[in-house]
C-alpha cells in the first residue's frame, strides 16, 4: 500500500513512458495491451501560415542634424572632440553634425536660439566656474530649456560646474556619452512619423576618433593626429617616446615616410597621400626624409601655451636692454660679462665672438644676423618646454636661468640674491634684490638702490654675508637673566661664535651663493 505523504498529485507536462524504454501512446498508461498505432509523416506535416513567421527590422538611426556649440575658452576643443565621438559612436554620421563656438558664455542662450534655426536638436555645452552654489549653473540652464520648450528644435543643455580643468577633462567621456544619447534620443522621437517600414541597409558607422574632412590645411590634420595619439596614450614625455619606438619598426632611430602612413592607418584616418605628406612634412623640420625624436616630439607638444609664453616674454625683455623689440650683442654685453671666458683668457677668441655665440644659440637656425626678435627667442624655448611636462617647472626654470623675481609656491624665484638690511630703528631683515641679472656681486649701491625702489627706505646699512646674529640695540630690560648653568665640553649661547656661512662652494658645500651672477655659464 503506498504511503499517503508520497500520494502527491501535480500538473505535468511531461509523457509518461512505459519501462522498458521503448515508446507508449496513452494506450499504454491506460492498461492497454495493444500498441500504438506510428503515425505516418504525412499525417505530422502542417502547412505554415506566411504571416506568422516573425521578421527582425533593424533600427533606422533617426534622421536630421546635431547642432554642437560650446561657449567659453575653458576645454571647448576637448569637449567639442567629446561630443561629437560620442554622437559618432550613438550612430550618427559625421556629415550630420555640426560644431561651431562663442567667446562668452552670457551669449550661450542667444547663440543656442540662433543654431536652432538650422539644426534639429542643439546641444548647448560650457564649463561654469566659480559657482559654488550653483546659481548661475541653474540660471544657464532654466534658459537653454526654455528655449527648447518654446521653439520647436529640442536643446540639451550640457553644463559642466567645475573649476579644475583635469576634473573636467577627466568627465568628459563619461557625461558626453550621456548627452549624446540624450540628444538621440530625442531626435529619433522628432523623426519616428517618418521611418520607413522596410528593413534599410546596415548603417555606416564610422571608426575613425574625429571626423577627417577632405582638406588640406596643415594645423588642422596636425591637430587630429596630436588628438588621436593622446587619446592612444601619447601623453608628456614617456608616452611620446614609447609611441615613437612602436612606430619605429626597423629601430632605426627615426621614421620613414611608410612608417608614418602605417601610422595615419593605425589610427584609421582616412588620408590620401597628399594629406600624409602635408602632416609628414611638419615633423620634418630639416627635410631630411625622416623624422628623428625631437621632432616627432616638438611637433607634438606643439606651440607653448599663455602661461609659458608670458613667462618667456618677460625673458626676452630683461635681455632686451634698449627696449628695442630686438636682442643684439650691446643688449648682452649689459647683462653678461664674457672676461672670464677660458677662451678670452686664452687669447683664442675675443669676447664679442664669445658673446655672439651666446646670442645665436636663440637666433634663427636658418639665418643667423645677429639679432634675435621675439618671435626667435619664444621658438627657442618651444623646443624646451617640449621636454618638460610640468608648467610649474617649467616656470621655476624660466624664473631662476632669467633671475626673474616673483612666483608662489615652489615656484619662486630663489636665485636672485637675498641681502640682510639693518634698519634705522635696529630691526634686521633678510630682503631679496628683485630682478638683479648683471648685477656685480659687491655693487651694495645698485642694491640699495633696488631696495629703495621697492619701497625699503629705512635703511641704515646691508650685509651682503654673514649672520643674522649681528648686534643689534636691545630693548632695555628690567634685570638681566641668571646666565644659563655650563655644561661641560659646551659653551652657552652668548659665548658660543656666531655662525658663518662658507665663503665659496667646495666638495663639501656644492651650493653656489646665491644671486648676482647668471646660471648660464660660459665656457
Known amino acids: 500500500k503506498m504511503s499517503n505523504d508520497l500520494n502527491i498529485t501535480r500538473p505535468t507536462s511531461r509523457v509518461i513512458r512505459a519501462p522498458g524504454g521503448s515508446s507508449a501512446g496513452m494506450g499504454n498508461v491506460l492498461g492497454s495491451s495493444e500498441a500504438a498505432p506510428k503515425p505516418s509523416i504525412s499525417s505530422e506535416l502542417t502547412p505554415v501560415d506566411e ?134 534620443g530625442s531626435l529619433k522621437l522628432s523623426g519616428d512619423a517618418a521611418l520607413p517600414v522596410e528593413t534599410p541597409a546596415e548603417p555606416d558607422i564610422p571608426v575613425t576618433v574625429l571626423h577627417t574632412p577632405a582638406i588640406d590645411d596643415r594645423d588642422t590634420l596636425l591637430h587630429l593626429l596630436r588628438e588621436s595619439l593622446k587619446e592612444h596614450g601619447a601623453r608628456g614625455i614617456i608616452g611620446i617616446g614609447r609611441k615613437f619606438r612602436i612606430v619605429d619598426d626597423d629601430k632605426s632611430g627615426t621614421i620613414d615616410l611608410a612608417e608614418f602612413t602605417k601610422m595615419i592607418s593605425e589610427h584609421a584616418f582616412t588620408w590620401t597621400d597628399a594629406q600624409i605628406k602635408i602632416v609628414f612634412s611638419s615633423f620634418d ?27 618667456v616674454l ?23 660679462n664674457a672676461k672670464k671666458h677660458p677662451d678670452v683668457i686664452s687669447g683664442k677668441r675675443t669676447e664679442e665672438s664669445v658673446l655672439r655665440e651666446f646670442l645665436d644659440t636663440f637666433d634663427s637656425p636658418d639665418e643667423k644676423d645677429g639679432k634675435v626678435t621675439a618671435e626667435e627667442f619664444c621658438n627657442y624655448y618651444s623646443n624646451v618646454s617640449a621636454s618638460i611636462d610640468n608648467d610649474d617647472y617649467f616656470e621655476l626654470m624660466i624664473r631662476n636661468a632669467w633671475h626673474i623675481s616673483g612666483g608662489e609656491g615652489w615656484c619662486a624665484n630663489s636665485s636672485c640674491r637675498r641681502v640682510l638690511v639693518i634698519h634705522t630703528d635696529g630691526r634686521q631683515t633678510v630682503e631679496e634684490i628683485k630682478n638683479d641679472i648683471g648685477m656685480k656681486a659687491d655693487d651694495k649701491e645698485a642694491m640699495l ?45 652668548h659665548e658660543q661664535a656666531p655662525f658663518v656661512p662658507p665663503k665659496s662652494a667646495s666638495k663639501f658645500n656644492p651650493r653656489r651663493e646665491p644671486g648676482g651672477a647668471s646660471s648660464i655659464i660660459f665656457g
Open 51 to 184: 504571416a506568422e513567421i516573425e521578421i527582425e527590422i533593424k533600427e533606422v538611426p533617426p534622421t536630421g542634424t546635431v547642432g554642437v556649440i560650446v561657449a567659453g575658452a575653458i576645454a571647448s576643443e576637448e569637449i567639442k572632440s567629446a561630443i561629437v565621438k560620442a554622437l559618432v559612436l550613438e550612430g550618427l554620421s559625421t556629415s550630420n553634425i555640426t560644431v561651431s563656438t562663442v567667446a562668452d558664455m552670457g551669449v550661450l542662450p542667444y547663440a543656442t536660439l540662433n543654431l536652432a534655426k538650422t539644426v534639429n536638436i542643439v546641444i548647448a555645452s560650457s564649463v561654469v566656474t566659480h559657482d559654488p552654489n550653483g546659481v548661475e549653473t541653474q540660471a544657464l540652464t532654466t534658459a537653454l530649456l526654455n528655449i527648447g520648450i518654446q521653439g520647436t528644435v529640442p536643446v540639451v543643455p550640457a553644463l559642466i560646474t567645475l573649476d579644475s580643468l583635469l576634473e573636467v577633462k577627466a568627465l568628459l567621456p563619461t557625461i558626453s556619452v550621456k548627452w549624446a544619447k540624450i540628444a538621440y
Open 449 to 493: 638702490k633696488n631696495l629703495v625702489a621697492q619701497g625699503i627706505t629705512d635703511i641704515q646699512s646691508i650685509e651682503l654675508k654673514g649672520s643674522t646674529a649681528a648686534a643689534s640695540t636691545p630693548e632695555p630690560a628690567a634685570a638681566a637673566p641668571a646666565p644659563p648653568a655650563k655644561v661641560a665640553g659646551i659653551k652657552p649661547p
Open 285 to 311: 623640420k630639416d627635410k631630411s626624409g625622416s623624422i628623428n625624436y625631437d621632432e616627432f616630439l616638438v611637433t607634438l607638444r606643439g606651440e607653448m601655451n599663455d602661461r609659458r609664453r608670458q613667462l
Open 314 to 336: 618677460m625673458a626676452f625683455e630683461i635681455l632686451d636692454a634698449d627696449k628695442s623689440g630686438v636682442v643684439e650683442i650691446n643688449d648682452i654685453s649689459e647683462k653678461y
